[in-house]
Each structure stands twice: as C-alpha cells, then as structure tokens.
C-alpha cells in the first residue's frame, strides 16, 4: 500500500507510462507472494477444503461439542507419545503457525491437545519437542490434572500429520578454514610460515 501511494504521488513528476509499468510490478510482486504463501501448506488440498476456517483454540476447547465432527488444522510441540494396543495418543502443545503451517515459538501456546492416531507411530521418531502440524477431526474436550491445576485439553482423531524436520545447528566454527589464520588473533598463529 505505501508503495502503491508512493507510485501515485510521483506519477505528477513521471510519466503515464513509468507510473502503469510500475503499478503492474507491484501487482505482479504482491500475487507472486500470495502464491508463494498458500503454496507453502504441508496439509493436503482435499483435507484442507474440508476444514474449519481458522478458529481461536480456545475457543476451540471451549465449544468443542459445537464442532465435533468437523476437521481443524492445529499445530504444537509434541510433550508425550504413547502407544496403546491399536493406537497411538500424543499429547501436543499447541502453537500458533507461522508461514506455511509452521508452528511458531512456545512462548505462544494456548493450551494443549491430543491426536488419538489409529495405528502405531515410533516414540524415537514422534519424540518429545518435535514440531507438528495435524489435520483432524474433533472429539471433544477432556480435563487433565497438571501439578494441582486442571487443565482443559482438545482431542482430535488424526487425519493427517505432518512432522517438521529438526534443524540442527552447526558449531560457530564450522567451515573456519579461510579465516583460521586470525583465530587467535596474530597472523598464521601457531605456525609462522604458512596458513595451513
């Protein structure tokens, strides 16, 4: 929008045609993004037109028999997996998404959920703190109690999941090579007659 008042005020000192060319950028720029945005969903497009338009989780919980049935996309941090005879539970704390599903900083919960997964799903691979984006359709809602609290919690039966893959850090100092030779700050330190 400021570019687009910025392109106004100047078409006065431009051209007509400087000024079309680039309001056409901006709009080719802007459509480029959305694209880019709503192409970045790890929720397949047939589960995602069946779901339930963004709803505050809270609100969630708090009507949970209102939308029972019907599919929400929730993201978290999973806390616990557990497997059962012919099912899997995992106890998720959710998190608003970032761009493309991603599930954001914890600092941002507003509660937590649980995806009951028919089947088995490896607790080495589904392990605790792992991000995880889940399509599913609501259960209902359930009390459980954390330290003296008692804690409201969604439950979802899994449509579909989608684990984030861990990013790991390098150390500070990988791939130093090209500037060892100040590492310790002296030139060619330890060695005095070349850099390797």
């Known amino acids: 929008m400021l570019l687009l008042f910025i392109v106004s005020n100047w078409g006065k000192a431009l051209s007509g045609h400087v000024v079309k060319i680039m309001r056409n950028l901006l ?12 192409s970045c969903t790890v929720i397949s497009r047939q589960v995602r037109s069946e779901a339930e338009n963004p709803v505050p989780f809270k609100t969630l919980i708090e009507e949970a028999d209102k939308y029972s049935g019907r599919t929400v996309i929730l993201g978290g941090y999973i806390l616990e997996t557990e497997n059962l005879v012919s099912l899997t ?3 998720v704390l959710q998190v608003p998404f970032r761009v493309g599903e991603e599930p954001d900083l914890r600092d941002h919960s ?28 609501v ?32 150390p ?22 070349g850099y390797w």
């Open 27 to 38: 709009i080719l720029i802007c459509l480029l993004s959305l694209i880019v945005m709503v």
């Open 89 to 91: 539970t995992l106890k």
């Open 110 to 137: 507003q509660g937590r959920f649980v995806v009951y997964h028919k089947g088995f799903l490896d607790p080495e691979v589904y392990a605790k703190d792992r991000a995880i984006t889940v399509a599913g359709r």
């Open 172 to 193: 500070p100092y990988h791939n130093l090579r090209p500037y060892t030779r100040y590492w310790h700050g002296y030139p060619n330190y330890p060695y005095s007659f």
């Open 139 to 170: 259960i209902g809602s359930a009390v459980e109690k954390i330290g003296d609290e008692q804690v409201a919690y969604l439950e979802i039966e899994n449509r579909e999941i989608y684990l984030w893959p861990e990013y790991t850090n390098l």
